[in-house]
Each structure stands twice: as structure tokens, then as C-alpha cells.
């Protein structure tokens, strides 16, 4: 089974339950054990490269490294056996707790990444789009505009790569200080929008010709169902996260989240 083939509504929904169980645990074993899990299935089922997978959890984890710092650093400090301090520097202190409290965090942290991660490298925005229209009875006029405005990018950014390389011909991309590169900015920004607008406009009028009123009575030339795989993955997904809280509960690591930091 690949997870392409999952229905999207279903697989974002196995998503955000996992993630909403997993923000009541707050030891560093449980969101350790769904983070690898989500890594081997996103490689395994997903056909993601480690290389690929690696380079886009790279942002995450330095962004879980800052909070293992904060919170090692600048965490409340317990009172008796458990201030235990590994650390000081004036008045900074870092505690076992801290240490414990801080790794715990970075681990939430990429664990939730890593689960939207799985989600979003296995699944197309279109097939997503129309399963929230079929399945979840999302408005077509909104679904559509989002198809339409993610298609566009690509077109932006290479509208961009042309605006940069006339400006370079007409020696206007050479700035010096920072006020002549928010006018630089000024410059790419006001074709930019003006060319969204025109491309907004023409979209708008085909579409319009083309019949599209928005009704939620119309045919889609792809049309998506939930089956009995789509709730066998939902349910492995659930049963993967009670487990990991089983695993650490017997380790002695398993502690819910209280609210303080």
C-alpha cells in the first residue's frame, strides 16, 4: 500500500488526530518513536528519499534546536532532587530537568513536522482539493481559487527571473544601502502584482464562460472515494500513536503535557 493512494481527507485527518494526541504527551520517548515511525513510513510507503526527506526536516530542526536551548536556558527550575545542576553560568543555570524538558520539546517539535511532512510529500494538491470538495463538502469557488493561485507561482517566479535579468541589462540591479533595495523591492513588487491581476481577471472570465457558478451540484472529471484501505490507514496511524504512548509508559519516560514550560 502507498500512501499516494490514500484518500487525502482521510490521510490530513490521520494527521491531525496523531498531532492532537501527541500535544498531550511531554517526555522525549513518545515523540521520538512517532518521528522515526513517520520517517520510515514516508520512505518506506511514501517513496520519499532519505536524502529528500533529511533536507526538508533540516528547517525544523533548527528550529527544534532553538526551542532545546530556550528551554534549557530559560525554562523554570525545579526545586529538590530533580535541580540537579549540570551547568551555570551567572545567573543561567541548566538542570537535568531542563535538559529533559528541553529535548522533549525539540522532539514534539519534529515529530509534529514530520507528520505534516508525510502528508504533504504524499499528497497532490490537486487530489487533495477535490476530496475536501467531495468528500468533506468544501465550497468549489474557494477550492478552485486555491488550485488557481498555487498553479500560479511557478509562473511568478519565473515572471520574476525576468524582471531581475531586464533590470540587470538596464544596470538598475546594482543597489547600495538598504533604502535602495526596498526601492528594488518596489520595483519587482508592482509588476508582479499587476501581472497577478491580469492573469486573475482572464481566469475569472474563462471560468465564467465555461459555466462555473460555484454549486456543489457539478461533475469532476476525478472522482475520489473512501475505502475500506483509506480507514485501515487511519486506524494503523491512531494505533501507532497509543502504542508509542504504551512503549514509553512501560519505559517510565510517559509524563502528559501540564501546561508549563
Known amino acids: 500500500m502507498r500512501l499516494q493512494e490514500i484518500n487525502p481527507s482521510v490521510k490530513a485527518g490521520a494527521v491531525v488526530i496523531a498531532i492532537i494526541l501527541l500535544a498531550f504527551a511531554f517526555d522525549p520517548v513518545t515523540p521520538l518513536l512517532v518521528l522515526l515511525g513517520s520517517s520510515a513510513a514516508a520512505c518506506r510507503f511514501g517513496g520519499v528519499s532519505v536524502k529528500k526527506w533529511l533536507l526538508c526536516l533540516s528547517p525544523f530542526l533548527l528550529i527544534a534546536i532553538g526551542y532545546v536551548w530556550s528551554a534549557m536556558l530559560f525554562g523554570r527550575v525545579p526545586s529538590g532532587a530533580h535541580a540537579q545542576i549540570l551547568w551555570s553560568f551567572g545567573p543561567l543555570q541548566v538542570t537535568a530537568a531542563g535538559v529533559s524538558r528541553g529535548i ?5 517539535v519534529m ?20 476530496s475536501l470538495m467531495q468528500q468533506c463538502r468544501f465550497s468549489p469557488k474557494i477550492a478552485y481559487g486555491i488550485l488557481a493561485g498555487y498553479r500560479f507561482l511557478p509562473l511568478l517566479k519565473e515572471e520574476l527571473a525576468v524582471i531581475r535579468t531586464a ?16 526601492k528594488q523591492l518596489g520595483r519587482y513588487a508592482i509588476p508582479l502584482l499587476a501581472s497577478a491581476i491580469r ?24 472522482r ?8 485501515l490507514f487511519l486506524a494503523a496511524v491512531v494505533a501507532f500513536v497509543l502504542v508509542s504512548f504504551y512503549i514509553s509508559g512501560r519505559l517510565g519516560q510517559l509524563s502528559w503535557y501540564s501546561g508549563e514550560l
Do not use: C, N
Request: no cysteine; aromatic share 12%; charged share 20%.
Open 104 to 108: 522533549s520539546l525539540g522532539l514534539r
Open 167 to 182: 533590470h540587470r541589462i538596464r544596470r538598475m540591479g546594482v543597489t547600495g544601502g538598504w533604502a535602495d533595495q526596498v
Open 224 to 231: 475520489l472515494s473512501v475505502t475500506a484501505k483509506d480507514w
Open 111 to 130: 515529530s509534529f513536522a514530520a507528520l505534516s511532512l508525510l502528508f504533504v510529500l504524499t499528497t497532490s494538491p490537486s487530489h487533495f482539493m477535490f
Open 199 to 222: 492573469k486573475a481577471e482572464r481566469t475569472a472570465m474563462a471560468m465564467e464562460s465555461k459555466g462555473f457558478t460555484g454549486s456543489r451540484q457539478r461533475t469532476f472529471y476525478l
